[in-house]
C-alpha cells in the first residue's frame, strides 16, 4: 500500500516540477546525452586497432594492398596477410608493387608461397581506388604516387604519412607482419597447420598456412631471427602463427640459392673496404644486382672490430648506398641522410640500426653533355666523418 501510494503519489509531483523547472530537465538531458556519448566513444577508444580494421575492410568491395619499392619479406608478409583478411570478408585484393623484387630471398618468399603481386608503373595502374599501404606510410616508387591518399596505412617504419580512414604506425615493433598478426589475432583468428582443412580451425576467419608461413617468415627476417630491434609484440606475433606455419616452406625460402654476382660483391666489399678506426667503408664499384649492396653490408659488418658499415655501388649510373651499425653512437640512417642532404638529388634515411640511400645523376635536358656524377672517393670520406659524428 505505502509503496504504490508513494509512486501514485510521486508521478504527478514529478509532472509538477518538470513545468516548474524546465531549465533543469534540459541540464538534465544534456548531461545524459554527454554521458551516453562519452560511454559510447570509450567503448570505440577500447576496441582493438585489428577490429577497426576489420570493419573498416568490410566496407569495401575490392582495395590494393600496396607495398613500398622493390618490396622485402615483411612487406610481402604484411600484405598477404592483409589480402588473406580481406578475401575472408568477400573484398576483392590486389597486391601491387613498384620497382623490382631481385634479392633472392625475395624471389624465393614470391615463388615458394606462390603469391599472385601485380607490378605497376604508373599511379593510373592501380586496382582499385581503396589503397591500403604496407610497410610504409608515403606511396612512392612510380609516377603520380605523390597523388595517392591512401585509405589506411599499416606500417613500423617512422614518417608523417597517415590514412583517410585509418592509420596504424608503430614504430616500437620490429616487422609490420607483427602487426597483421594481431589484427587476425584480435578477431579471434585460429592459424591453419598445413595438414588441417581451414574449416576444422573454426571461427569466422582463419590464418591460413601460407598467410601464417609469411608473416613468421616477415618477423624473422625484419628483426634478424628476433635478435635485433625486436619488441616483446613481435615474439609474441610469431608464436601465434607459428601453429599454422609449413616448416618445408619456411626453410625454403629462408635457404635459397645465392646469385653468383650477390658473393662476388661481398668478396669486393670485404677485400676493398677501408677503415678507420671501428668504421668501415667500401666501394663495389658497378654492378646488376643492386640488392646484392645490403648484402654486402650484412657481411662487412659481421667483421670482428667493425663495428659500423657503409657499402656503395652504381648502377645504371645511380649511386646505391647501404648501411649498418651496431654502435650505439652511430644512427645508421641520419648518418647517410646527413651526407646525402648536402649532395645533389641525393636522398638517405633509415633506422639507427640500418640506413641506406641513391644519388641519381643530374642529366642535362640538352643532351650535349654527360650525366654528372657524384665524387664517390669524397662521398666515403663524408661517410667516415658522418659515422664519427662530425656532422
Not at 165 to 179: I, K, M, N, P, W
Not at 345 to 361: I, K, Q
Amino acid at each position: 500500500m505505502w509503496v504504490s501510494g508513494a509512486i501514485s503519489g510521486g508521478i504527478p509531483e514529478a509532472e509538477a516540477f518538470v513545468r516548474a523547472n524546465p531549465e533543469w530537465v534540459a541540464v538534465a538531458g544534456f548531461v545524459a546525452v554527454i554521458a551516453i556519448a562519452g560511454a559510447y566513444a570509450l567503448v570505440r577508444a577500447r576496441r582493438s586497432a585489428g577490429v577497426k580494421f576489420r570493419r573498416l575492410l568490410a566496407k569495401k568491395s575490392e582495395i590494393v594492398v600496396l607495398m613500398h619499392p622493390n618490396p622485402d619479406p615483411d612487406a610481402m608478409a604484411s600484405a598477404v596477410g592483409i589480402a588473406s583478411l580481406a578475401d575472408q570478408l568477400d573484398v576483392d585484393a590486389t597486391i601491387q608493387y613498384s620497382g623490382q623484387i631481385r634479392h633472392q630471398e625475395n624471389r624465393a618468399f614470391r615463388t615458394v608461397l606462390e603469391l599472385e603481386l601485380d607490378r605497376l608503373d604508373h599511379v593510373s595502374d592501380l586496382a582499385a581506388e581503396s589503397v591500403v599501404l604496407v610497410d610504409h606510410n608515403e606511396a612512392r616508387g612510380f609516377a603520380g604516387a605523390d597523388g595517392v591518399l591512401p585509405t589506411a596505412v599499416i606500417d613500423h617504419h617512422p614518417g608523417d604519412g597517415a590514412g583517410e580512414e585509418f592509420t596504424d604506425v608503430r614504430t616500437d615493433y620490429g616487422a609490420t607482419a607483427s602487426v597483421v598478426a594481431e589484427y587476425f589475432d584480435d578477431n579471434g583468428a585460429a592459424p591453419v597447420p598445413p595438414d588441417k582443412h581451414a574449416s576444422e580451425a573454426g571461427g569466422d576467419l582463419v590464418v591460413p598456412t601460407r598467410a601464417a608461413t609469411g608473416v613468421l617468415y616477415g618477423i624473422l627476417a625484419d628483426t634478424k631471427h628476433l635478435t635485433v630491434g625486436a619488441s616483446e609484440a613481435d615474439f609474441a606475433a610469431a608464436a601465434y602463427v607459428y601453429p599454422g606455419v609449413d616448416q618445408d616452406q619456411l626453410d625454403r625460402v629462408a635457404n635459397p640459392a645465392v646469385d653468383a654476382e650477390v658473393l662476388e660483391v661481398k668478396a669486393r666489399a670485404i677485400a676493398g673496404r677501408r677503415i678507420e678506426g671501428s668504421f668501415a667503408v667500401a666501394d663495389v664499384g658497378g654492378i646488376n644486382n643492386v640488392d646484392a649492396i645490403p648484402q654486402a653490408a650484412d657481411e662487412l659488418i659481421q667483421l670482428e672490430g667493425v663495428t659500423a658499415v657503409v657499402v656503395i655501388g652504381e648502377r645504371n649510373g645511380e649511386v646505391h648506398l647501404s648501411g649498418r651499425s651496431r654502435d650505439d653512437r652511430v644512427h645508421m640512417g641520419n648518418a647517410i641522410d646527413s651526407v646525402l642532404s648536402d649532395v645533389t638529388n641525393g636522398n638517405g634515411g633509415g633506422h639507427s640500426r640500418m640506413g641506406g640511400g641513391t644519388v641519381t645523376p643530374e642529366i642535362d635536358p640538352t643532351g650535349d653533355e654527360d650525366p654528372e656524377t657524384v665524387d664517390r672517393d669524397e662521398l666515403c670520406d663524408e661517410l667516415f666523418r658522418a659515422m664519427a659524428g662530425d656532422v
